[in-house]
């Protein structure tokens, strides 16, 4: 059974700083892993995906990582602002899609 | 890509009424799933729903619960029935589409509180 573990749980830095943002899951045999964005009380909008076959995907300031003998994937910000405030999930895609529990962050003016 | 609305936003309910969600997708897609996230958790399936057939629940959730509709191929309705405190939560709606490689696209969320 796939688990999903996000660490850290919550984190606060402040504006300016690169933050890396991790992504554990126990199962190796998966499709794909997307990482989203969700403010309070609202929905999820999608940041990156990587597929299976893929070591990184670049958007912007943001840029993910996959490593799947190891069961990992991490989401590095750079330059972080306070805008970039919110929780971040990763989803691990195989025969059912598998959310972490999310990294709540908070970046300080 | 997907863009989807869902209504409402936010509710707050009485206990023991019924709320129904909607969920419109700008495009045509074969499965929507319909997600609850309770406070400070993430995100749990409910259900998966197929147009012109009975949607598919996860274990610990039923349709008499959970009624599902999925009338065509780019709506769906999600009815929260007889609720309860416990049923305070965030629920999502969601499709999975793409080229070759298919993405998540999530609605903005319904935050229903129910007292």
């Known amino acids: 059974k796939q688990e999903v573990t996000q660490i850290p749980a919550a984190l606060s830095v402040p504006e300016g700083e690169n933050l890396v943002l991790n992504c554990s899951f126990t199962d190796s045999a998966i499709y794909n892993l997307q990482w989203f964005r969700q403010d309070p009380g609202k929905g999820l909008t999608s940041l990156l995906l990587?597929?299976?076959?893929?070591r990184e995907q670049t958007s912007g300031r943001l840029n993910a990582s996959l490593d799947k003998s190891s069961g990992r994937s991490t989401l590095y910000i750079a330059a972080s602002q306070p805008g970039d405030s919110a929780t971040y999930l990763c989803a691990v895609v195989s025969f059912k899609t598998i959310f972490g529990a999310g990294t709540r962050l908070f970046v300080k003016a | 890509s997907a863009v989807i609305s869902q209504k409402p936003s936010r509710d707050i309910c009485q206990r023991g009424t019924s709320l129904t969600i909607q969920c419109q997708v700008d495009s045509q897609v074969t499965m929507m799933f319909w997600y609850r996230q309770q406070p400070g958790q993430s995100l749990t399936l409910i259900a998966t729903a197929n147009q012109g057939s009975e949607a598919t629940y996860e274990s610990g959730f039923v349709i008499d619960k959970f009624p599902i509709s999925r009338p065509n191929l780019t709506f769906s309705t999600l009815t929260v029935s007889n609720m309860s405190p416990e049923d305070s939560s965030i629920y999502l709606c969601?499709?999975?589409?793409?080229?070759?490689?298919?993405?998540?696209?999530f609605g903005s969320g319904t935050q229903l509180s129910v007292l």
């Open positions: 990587i597929q299976s076959s893929q």
């Open positions: 969601s499709v999975a589409t793409g080229t070759g490689v298919e993405k998540l696209f």
